[in-house]
């Protein structure tokens, strides 16, 4: 009796384990990487855990979503190529590195392009931004959603930027990228690309006198510390791509493609929430330590000092894309 008791318990355990094999295998795994931390204040990773809980929730056990944070599977260039070649599922990249692949991404590193979040996204989820995604198909990816970085802005200990001529002048710790150091040079600020790990000493000993860096960067890394003003140029949105291997997709069943980009739909719309609210906590808390801090409402006189800029990145970004976003955005 004994005997037959632990083969019924075995013969339970192994239809136990088989059902469980086969609820995984049922599984899509989807494999997605980001650079950045994995932290609550990340906005990649805000959006990478978003579309994870998203695609739960909209196909309870469809999708076994892997995350793979902090430059586990290689930088930006990297998990792009990666995922071209159905080696990567999906990834949360930034804009500026996406146009290594598809120039015409450079249109949202253009100087005062947008004037709020709101004009962003209005313009990211339109006919604009389809045509910026439309770019990466024939490339091996399909864009699902723009989520944000948020708006760049300048921090420095010289005066407070509330015009363009208050730029004059300034020597500002910037991005390595062509793009950024025309447009402060087109601001007549004395741009001066210098590698992340570098900044903060460069601030402290005066070797510039600020940098272009999000509110939540200013904030984690202790700039309060070492610099006075931050002026709320929002001179650069920082968009952040999620993409989806073209394979991966194309592999799905076409119910589940929909459920794919409705989640990702969601998770962005989420992540726009929380980021809004998270920047809104950030300024207070920057206050209170001591930063003076002045908005610009108006950014079209920045606009038009750097409107060269436009001019010199027209031809890789399109000519009627560049014009239809400023139509759009002045309307």
Request: charged share 20%; net charge negative; no cysteine.
């Amino acid at each position: 009796m004994r005997n037959i008791k632990r083969s019924l318990i075995a013969g339970a355990l192994m239809v136990g384990t088989l059902a469980l094999s086969s609820s995984i295998q049922a599984a899509t795994i989807l494999r997605l990487g980001w650079t950045t931390a994995d932290s609550d204040v990340d906005p990649y990773a805000i959006t990478a855990h978003y579309f994870a809980e998203e695609l739960e929730r909209m196909a309870p056990g469809e999708f076994d979503v892997r995350l793979f944070p902090n430059h586990q599977l290689g930088d930006d260039t990297e998990m792009l190529q990666l995922m071209q070649l159905g080696g990567l599922d999906a990834g949360v990249i930034t804009g500026t590195q996406i146009s290594m692949l598809a120039p015409s991404f450079q249109l949202n590193d253009l100087p005062f392009l947008y004037a709020s979040n709101e004009q962003a996204h209005a313009i990211l989820d339109g006919e604009v931004g389809q045509a910026l995604m439309q770019r990466l198909e024939p490339l091996g990816i399909v864009g699902l959603g723009f989520a944000e970085a948020g708006f760049r802005h300048t921090i420095n200990n010289t005066r407070p930027i509330t015009s363009p001529d208050d730029f004059h002048g300034i020597k500002l710790r910037v991005q390595p990228s062509d793009i950024y150091i025309a447009s402060f040079r087109a601001l007549e600020a004395n741009p001066v690309p210098l590698a992340w790990s570098e900044a903060f000493t460069a601030v402290q000993q005066g070797t510039v006198d600020g940098l272009e860096i999000p509110l939540s960067v200013i904030f984690s890394n202790r700039y309060p510390e070492a610099t006075d003003y931050l002026s709320l140029t929002r001179h650069a949105y920082n968009a952040l791509g999620l993409l989806i291997s073209k394979r991966t997709i194309n592999s799905l069943p076409e119910d589940m493609q929909e459920v794919v980009h409705e989640a990702a739909t969601e998770a962005i719309r989420r992540q726009r929430k929380t980021m809004a609210a998270n920047n809104e906590a950030l300024l207070e808390q920057i206050a209170q330590q001591g930063m003076k801090i002045n908005d610009i409402e108006d950014v079209s006189a920045f606009r038009d000092k750097v409107m060269p800029v436009y001019d010199e990145y027209r031809d890789s970004i399109g000519g009627e894309l560049l014009d239809r976003a400023l139509e759009l955005v002045a309307e």
